[in-house]
């Protein structure tokens, strides 16, 4: 007998499907807008009549797309066109209080415009620049150190990675932008509210939206999600406003106690920034900052456990360039194989799987392609990473493939792209090829590292959940043991 198979439809798409009736009355009276420019259309699957493709990817847009670029078309460079593809679709619901506000976020801004440009400059030479991060390299390997004394007084118990690390980087964060402790570590750790907040955001973020597809229907909000994140997000950013509001005043009396010492939030002061513009600007800083690089931790240690025999080099490598000293970011390029790992795992695991999705700001050619203007454009660099045209047993962790190699994480390599490339590139990547690394290292520098139970490494499950970024669905648990002295 032949096999049946029964596609579920998922509960969120009921509202829309209840208003195809009305879709379908659009369809018949609207025209879709013609293609400018020669060429046809990239490849793809057939689209239905209305709702084209949105049933196919709804579920696991990850695995589908990834599937539809190994049917449809191959890995492509849009390099020469960067400047065509630099503009981005701002989903219906990120909550920016009016459309204004979509020009302030750093990595959402719809438009790649002198306002948005100004903003990046300014975020640079704040907090991104050599000097910057050279400056604040105190601050995280004092909160490195806070973790390794907290990880040490649960030695012999399971640690959650995930948070442990979230609140880490999420306290490096709160003091390098606002010069304060926003959140409790242990409570943190302990309850991991703002982690699952977060979490939430993220996932909900790269849900396939009506709204975003039907621009038409986004007053309807047919799923909830807008409402969902404007309360999420006022959970988050409830205190901020207290926040500023207390800097300028201090600013204006003149009673600030380090007038020669800016952090992010005096220098976005001093250049003029209103309090709703500082906040898009916080929300997204510290969401991106933060989540990205506890997921990313999260499977450097794991593949370290599933792998005992990287798990020696580097900790070999760290006993031998550190000693019984603190981990210092000064130390991370005298750790090579520490490195690697870190590489290795962006190829496999890069923190947005497909970027941040890029707009066609007009009509352009590529290869012998037609993007036709205002095109949401996705780059696929999990695929990529995982490409065998282009890396040798794609699917196995082998730090050693980035020792002597060139490959970098800069953009210049378009077989490697975690960070993206070009004028929408990330930011925070100086930032965060420090703090990774070197909260790894210290995790690794002070403690052995086992599995609860017994666990047999093999075992572990490596299923992934979709969001802007890329997340262990089954949190690793570890179990530390000291294996030197903790500094006091």
């Known amino acids: 007998m032949a096999e049946s198979v029964v596609m579920e439809i998922p509960k969120s798409l009921f509202p829309f499907l209840l208003l195809l009736p009305l879709l379908y009355f659009i369809f018949k009276h609207f025209k879709y807008p013609k293609n400018s420019g020669s060429g046809s259309l990239p490849p793809g699957p057939y689209p239905w009549p209305i709702v084209g493709n949105l049933l196919q990817v709804w579920k696991d847009p990850l695995t589908t797309l990834t599937k539809f670029g190994q049917i449809y078309g191959p890995v492509f460079s849009v390099k020469p066109e960067d400047r065509l593809l630099a503009c981005r679709t701002v989903p219906h619901i990120l909550p920016a209080k009016n459309p204004e506000l979509n020009n302030q976020y750093i990595g959402w801004a719809s438009e790649y415009a002198e306002s948005w440009r100004d903003l990046r400059s300014v975020c640079k030479a704040l907090i991104f620049s050599s000097k910057a991060i050279e400056s604040q390299a105190c601050l995280r390997e004092e909160k490195a150190m806070k973790m390794v004394k907290y990880v040490g007084s649960m030695e012999g118990k399971p640690v959650k990675i995930v948070s442990v690390t979230f609140a880490a980087v999420f306290d490096m964060l709160s003091r390098i932008f606002l010069s304060l402790d926003l959140i409790s570590f242990e409570k943190e ?18 849900q396939p939206n009506v709204s975003d ?22 959970q988050i950013c409830s205190k901020w406003g207290d926040i500023i509001k207390e800097r300028r005043e201090r600013k204006t009396s003149g009673e600030d106690n380090n007038p020669g010492q800016q952090d992010l939030l005096d220098g976005l002061i001093s250049n003029g920034f209103t309090n709703d513009q500082i906040i898009v600007m916080l929300r997204e800083l510290l969401l991106a900052g933060s989540d990205s690089s506890a997921a990313t931790i999260e499977w450097i240690m794991t593949e370290l456990i599933k792998n005992p025999r990287c798990m020696k080099i580097v900790q070999e490598e760290l006993a031998r360039e550190i000693g019984q000293n603190m981990v210092r970011e000064s130390d991370l390029p005298k750790l090579p194989y520490l490195q690697a790992c870190f590489k290795e795992t962006l190829r496999l695991y890069p923190p947005a799987p497909f970027l941040i999705p890029r707009r066609a700001l007009e009509s352009c050619q590529i290869l012998n392609y037609t993007i036709p203007k205002d095109s949401k454009v996705q780059v696929n660099v999990r695929a990529i990473g995982r490409d065998p045209k282009y890396w040798e047993n794609p699917l196995v962790f082998k730090p050693e493939r980035f020792l002597d190699s060139s490959l970098d994480f800069k953009g210049n390599d378009f077989e490697y792209l975690p960070f993206g490339s070009g004028r929408r590139m990330c930011p925070g990547m100086p930032m965060a090829i420090k703090q990774v690394p070197l909260v790894v290292a210290s995790l690794l520098h002070f403690f052995d590292w086992s599995l609860p139970n017994g666990e047999n490494p093999k075992d572990l499950s490596m299923s992934t959940i979709f969001g802007l970024t890329l997340v262990k669905e089954k949190s690793l648990l570890l179990i530390p043991k000291v294996r030197r002295s903790l500094p006091m």
């Open 189 to 206: 750790i302990e309850d991991g509210w703002l982690n699952r907040l977060f979490r939430d955001l993220v996932e909900m973020a790269v």
């Open 213 to 234: 597809f039907y621009p038409i229907l986004s007053p309807l909000d047919l799923q909830g999600l807008r409402k969902k994140i404007v309360k999420i997000h006022e």
